[in-house]
């Protein structure tokens, strides 16, 4: 039973010691091994108290360990996956029949939203039966009468189609992982469903390597605890480091450069003269050398993937992106270096690759495209 503000209010105020010591207990926890790590926002009845997590993000465990969510009106959702970080679950019906929770679906009073919305039209079907079977998908566990079969299907052309042999039974915008693009056949609607939350706003804190929570005082504001102090990415700690030792190498060169140039004239016919100061500057250099990035149509040229549901990719042991250190997840699209077959997110070794002109992990050196000769005027 959720607890509401107001109560959850006096609570805090009137026994801060015990609130104190549920909040250093709020450890993450598991159903079993295999299943989602639940934590802050997420809470497990009878494993967590509650201040442990934030209204409306209960979790239970079943007899046979499934990790279930409780959403108001619509009933339980076994979790398959959670991304903290990106604030993103993705869920599935406990009972096999996700198409049958779908028509009834209703998420205005839980806390969550659809990553992606997009509108199905389920129909009932009586006639023509092998000759639908044969050109759509029909929903298995509705369609377990020999007498009509069900389908669902974003496409117009199949709706147009359906509509003049079929019974429509509900129009429903469904919370899908990625847009579909078929245009010819219907769904199963058989996938995990992608939602996503926006309070509390812990996603930054997670992508840091923090644990996210109630502040120990009389508040519902958060916390952020635990974030490593090599916090930083490696393309903030490689730009910081550019900014700061490009100048400072300048300045040095500068000092040596006025230097030989005091020697020459304070020493013009003395043992520090002309062949002196000149192997001295050719010994040090005048001017420093700077590593410039890739090029756009270079980087653009690395070949794209994405991502399946079984997270596996052509390097096998690469779980996790080695620029952001956040976790591949399913449809997400990433990125390989040819030269050493590395991959990462898509969006960070395009911010990388201009900057340092080498794999992450290996220091390989990519190749340059040929850039095309400047022509001659006339």
């Keep these: 039973m959720k607890i509401p503000n107001p109560i959850l209010t006096l609570f805090i105020l009137f026994n801060p010691p015990l609130v104190l010591a549920i ?28 201040p442990c997590g934030y209204p409306g993000f209960m979790v239970s465990c079943t007899q046979n360990s499934q990790t279930l969510l409780n959403l108001p009106n619509w009933g339980p959702l076994k979790i398959r996956t959670i991304n903290y970080a990106a604030q993103q679950l993705w869920v599935n019906d406990p009972n096999n029949c996700l198409p049958k929770r779908l028509i009834s679906l209703n998420l205005s009073t839980s806390p969550f939203r659809a990553v992606y919305l997009q509108q199905f039209t ?48 509900a129009r429903v915008k469904v919370p899908v992982q990625s847009p579909f693009y078929d245009q010819v056949t219907s769904s199963e ?11 509390p706003a812990c996603g930054r804190c997670e992508s840091r ?29 490689y730009a910081i480091a550019i900014c700061i030792g ?21 020493n013009h016919d003395g043992p520090w003269g002309h062949e002196s100061v000149a192997d001295f500057e050719a010994l040090v250099g005048s001017r420093p050398t700077t590593v410039s990035g890739l090029d756009r149509p270079t980087i653009e040229s690395y070949p794209k993937i994405v991502i399946g549901e079984n997270r596996r990719l052509p390097k096998k042991g690469e779980k996790r992106c080695s620029i952001c250190l956040s976790e591949y997840m ?33 220091r390989t050196s990519p190749r340059k495209f040929p850039q095309p000769r400047a022509r001659s005027s006339p």
């Design 23 to 50: 909040i250093e207990t709020c450890l993450e926890s598991v159903c079993q091994d295999g299943e989602p790590q639940i934590r802050f926002p997420f809470l497990i009845k009878g494993k967590h108290a509650e």
């Design 122 to 169: 389920f129909f009932n079907c009586s006639a023509n039966l092998e000759n639908l079977v044969h050109r759509y998908r029909p929903i298995g566990c509705l369609s377990d009468s020999p007498k009509y079969v069900v389908f669902a299907t974003p496409s117009t052309t199949v709706v147009g189609h359906l509509s003049s042999l079929c019974h429509l039974v």
């Design 189 to 199: 609607l058989g996938e995990d469903l992608r939602l996503s939350w926006d309070s």
């Design 209 to 237: 390597g923090g644990r996210c929570g109630f502040k120990s005082d009389d508040t519902f504001e958060l916390d952020c605890s635990g974030v490593p102090s090599k916090g930083r990415s490696r393309i903030s700690r």
């Design 246 to 266: 490009v100048p400072a190498m300048l300045c040095f060169f500068g000092v040596l450069s006025c230097i030989c140039r005091w020697l020459k004239v304070g």
């Design 330 to 362: 399913p449809k997400e699209t990433v990125k390989s270096i040819p030269e050493c077959g590395h991959c990462f997110h898509a969006q960070c070794i395009d911010e990388w690759l201009p900057l340092n002109a080498s794999c992450p992990i290996c």
